[in-house]
């Protein structure tokens, strides 16, 4: 099966935010994203609410709920005792655990899963517990250590931060590197019984060599550049060229 597409809609939220007004309005792009092909839905509510907003989740379960029940709600950020309420108030099918500090601008790293182990077993059996699908943010080193780390914490999933691959666009050898690296973690996490995501800053151009790499790839996540792309295609459009992207016939 091709990797599904979820749309992250925190830089159309941050645009939103540049004026106390409801244009760009959120949920309706998520709508014309769902209509187009996207299968789920992507947010990241930070604790200063500078793209998202926590008036924002309740408006964006209604709209998967009533007209896209197929679809996925996945909400990803740190696990403060204020996240894990927004999320069991908000019911998403899956919870993405980052290890972001509040004061990051963007994910940047994978967690620590010998240091933060403890902790996530913690957290991952309370939110599996009220019937969300749990996946942790991990670095594609290509190694098969953290992988067993991320299992024992009882996740069902996690997506591979792929940044590097993406800062990379303008030197082929070292993309081709960091594909391979990724493809070694996510072969390693299949081996384990995990199933892989993917994220962060991915393309249109670069998103192929990845699915190639990775066949058994479930979901990307995407934000930043399919919202750039949609300045230019329109959001509709844009997502078919993303779902096309990741082998999906669309």
Same mark, same amino acid.
């Given at each position: 099966?091709?990797?599904?597409?979820?749309?992250?809609?925190? *830089?159309?939220?941050?645009?939103?935010? =540049?004026?106390? %007004?409801? $244009?760009?309005?959120?949920?309706?792009?998520?709508?014309?994203?769902?209509? *187009?092909?996207?299968?789920?839905?992507?947010?990241?509510?930070?604790?200063?609410?500078?793209?998202?907003?926590?008036?924002?989740?309740?408006?964006?379960?209604?709209?998967?709920?009533?007209?896209?029940?197929? *679809?996925?709600?996945?909400?990803?950020?740190?696990?403060?005792?204020?996240?894990?309420?927004?999320?069991?108030? /908000?019911?998403? @099918?899956?919870?993405? %655990?980052?290890?972001?500090?509040?004061?990051?601008?963007?994910?940047? &790293?994978? $967690?620590?899963?010998?240091? &933060?182990? @403890?902790?996530?077993?913690?957290?991952?059996? =309370?939110?599996?517990?009220?019937?969300?699908?749990?996946?942790?943010?991990?670095?594609?080193?290509?190694?098969?250590?953290?992988?067993?780390?991320?299992?024992?914490?009882?996740? @069902?999933?996690?997506?591979?931060? /792929?940044?590097?691959?993406?800062?990379?666009?303008?030197?082929? @050898?070292?993309?081709?590197?960091?594909?391979?690296?990724?493809?070694?973690?996510?072969?390693?996490?299949?081996?384990?019984?995990?199933?892989?995501?993917?994220? &962060?800053?991915?393309?249109?151009?670069?998103?192929?060599?990845?699915?190639?790499?990775?066949? &058994?790839?479930?979901?990307?996540?995407?934000?930043?550049?399919? /919202?750039?792309?949609?300045?230019?295609?329109?959001?509709?459009? /844009?997502?078919?060229?993303?779902? =096309?992207?990741?082998?999906?016939?669309?």
């Amino acid at each position: 099966m091709p990797a599904k597409l979820s749309v992250n809609l925190n *830089a159309i939220a941050m645009l939103r935010n =540049r004026r106390d %007004l409801p $244009w760009p309005d959120v949920a309706d792009l998520g709508r014309i994203a769902l209509r *187009a092909g996207a299968s789920g839905l992507t947010v990241h509510p930070r604790p200063d609410q500078r793209h998202i907003r926590f008036s924002d989740l309740p408006i964006l379960r209604a709209l998967i709920d009533d007209e896209f029940p197929a *679809a996925e709600f996945n909400i990803e950020g740190y696990p403060t005792e204020d996240f894990l309420a927004l999320c069991e108030a /908000t019911e998403p @099918e899956q919870v993405t %655990l980052v290890p972001d500090d509040p004061s990051q601008a963007t994910s940047d &790293h994978g $967690w620590d899963l010998v240091k &933060h182990q @403890e902790f996530l077993k913690s957290v991952v059996d =309370r939110l599996r517990s009220k019937g969300m699908r749990v996946s942790l943010f991990v670095d594609g080193e290509g190694l098969a250590g953290p992988m067993k780390l991320a299992r024992a914490t009882g996740a @069902e999933r996690v997506e591979l931060y /792929t940044g590097p691959y993406g800062g990379c666009y303008d030197n082929p @050898e070292e993309a081709a590197r960091q594909v391979d690296l990724l493809g070694l973690t996510a072969d390693a996490a299949k081996a384990e019984g995990l199933a892989v995501n993917a994220g &962060h800053d991915l393309t249109v151009a670069n998103l192929p060599a990845l699915v190639r790499r990775i066949p &058994h790839l479930a979901e990307v996540s995407i934000g930043h550049g399919l /919202t750039a792309d949609a300045l230019e295609y329109g959001m509709a459009e /844009t997502v078919r060229r993303f779902c =096309r992207a990741c082998g999906q016939s669309i």
